[in-house]
């Protein structure tokens, strides 16, 4: 079943990247990567992995954990598409709010190490 708004790969202006690292909803109890993951990311948005049902133009706060010390890092954004997969699980596409090319680095970094 797919529930998707438009053909984003037609209109993508920025590459995506795989970006596989645990993440949460912001201020969920469960841990990072219990039930959601990221999967891949863009300067302007994000494919989740998830356990649970999102629905278009949900407004979402994800916090992801990525391996460099720091704290969880923070996306907002809302889904733009929500793909159930064979194995009842979902794909999430997330459009960010705000574009932040330097927040992204963090995530860049581990799949591009020249970076550092």
Avoid: C
């Avoid at 909803?25 to 469960?30: C, G, L, S, T």
């Amino acid at each position: 079943m797919s529930f998707e708004l438009t053909e984003q790969s037609e209109r993508r202006l920025w590459e995506r990247f795989p970006a596989r690292f645990p993440a949460k909803i912001k201020d969920a109890r469960d841990g990072f990567g219990e039930g959601l993951s990221l999967s891949d990311a863009s300067a302007t948005g994000a494919r989740l992995i998830s356990r649970d049902r999102f629905y278009l133009n949900d407004s979402i706060a994800v916090q992801v954990q990525v391996p460099d010390g720091q704290s969880p890092m923070n996306m907002k954004g809302e889904v733009v598409w929500a793909r159930q997969k064979e194995n009842s699980s979902w794909e999430i596409g997330m459009q960010f709010h705000k574009v932040e090319f330097m927040h992204l680095t963090r995530l860049y970094k581990f799949i591009n190490p020249s970076l550092d």
